[in-house]
């Protein structure tokens, strides 16, 4: 068997609020070559079935530009699809310590794509985040969901009511921007070329 190339996987957690732990968002990868036999991925199907005590060997590399601004008070929009949640989560987590020391946070609009609701990943803690006022809107896209149009991440940045809405944030140089999903993501956004703080991170 040919030695396997390395798993890659974000960090979807903030050390201020787990402490020594370190969390992941795995999707399990199931697949067919043709026929009735279903082969799994060899990284994430060990990673969803590993057990508590089970050892496991890795390495963290750190993505120096993937993380939330210093000054909290900056106007942040977060864009991601499937797990490409994982690092997403983490920045939500820092909004919510910085919250719990009393500072002032600035408004962070979140727009998550996914298949169909059930493969969404995260609702109740979306859910609890804009709740407590770490997120101030969110906006769910399913291209698959029963019974509805499909609907893109980048449809919905499209639409003027959405346009409209970021137009204040998209003129101030302190306006992040995070990109997080699949590398096919990086022509569609092309109405934030000229904001300042602009990053993507592909899985």
Known sequence: MKLNHPRSYSISSCKAIVGSKLHLCVGRFIHSRGGSHIEAGICSNFLTSVESGDEVHFKIESAPSFHHPLDP??????ICTGTGV????????KRSYFKSRGERL???????????SEEGLLHDELKAFQ???????????????????????????GSDRLKKLLAPILGKPNTHIFI??????????????GVYHMIMYFS
């Open 73 to 78: 008070s900056c106007p942040i929009i977060l």
């Open 131 to 157: 709740e407590e006022g770490v997120i101030t809107k969110t906006w769910m896209c399913y291209s698959r969901e029963r019974g509805k149009p499909k609907e893109y991440t980048a449809d919905k940045l």
């Open 86 to 93: 994982a690092p997403i989560r983490g920045l939500l987590q």
């Open 106 to 116: 600035g408004p962070c609009f979140f727009i998550y794509g996914s298949r169909n």
């Open 180 to 193: 997080c999903g699949s590398a096919n993501m990086a022509g569609k956004f092309s109405c934030f070329v």
